[in-house]
């Protein structure tokens, strides 16, 4: 079964970094980062759960949210089974629990629902 465990949240200042990570394992070959799309999902206090970023597993194709691009970077170390979300130019609206998710489909997308696997999620607070 594949399990998914975030770290590296915490508190920052605006216009700060941040780099989350998200550790894979499972008990076969295909349960890993090379064939599980991976997603960052983020919720604030009241909001719905948004899509923040993705990478697919078969070309490392990766797509990030409007309110992201050009800040987040998502990447890869399919020998440590592990995706990254490094965070730079941080803003108070970032703020939010930030979960990783799986599914097991080449592509990724935004959409929550169609994840299958999941983290318990890491705490990020951008606050002056």
């Known amino acids: 079964q594949l399990r998914l465990v975030e770290s590296g949240g915490g508190l920052v200042q605006p216009g700060g970094s941040l780099r989350l990570s998200c550790a894979t394992s499972?008990?076969?070959?295909?349960?890993?980062?090379?064939?599980?799309?991976i997603g960052w999902f983020r919720q604030a206090p009241g909001k719905e759960r948004e899509g923040v970023s993705y990478?697919?597993?078969?070309?490392?194709?990766?797509n990030y949210a409007d309110s992201v691009k050009g800040r987040f970077t998502i990447s890869r170390d399919s020998a440590k089974n592990t995706v990254y979300l490094q965070m730079n130019s941080l803003k108070p609206e970032d703020t939010g629990m930030y979960y990783c998710?799986?599914?097991?489909?080449?592509?990724?997308?935004?959409?929550?629902?169609?994840?299958?696997?999941w983290g318990q999620g890491t705490q990020v607070t951008v606050s002056a």
């Open positions: 998710a799986a599914r097991l489909l080449y592509s990724g997308s935004l959409i929550s629902t169609e994840y299958s696997y």
């Open positions: 990478i697919s597993s078969s070309n490392s194709n990766t």
């Open positions: 499972g008990t076969t070959a295909k349960l890993t980062v090379d064939y599980h799309a």
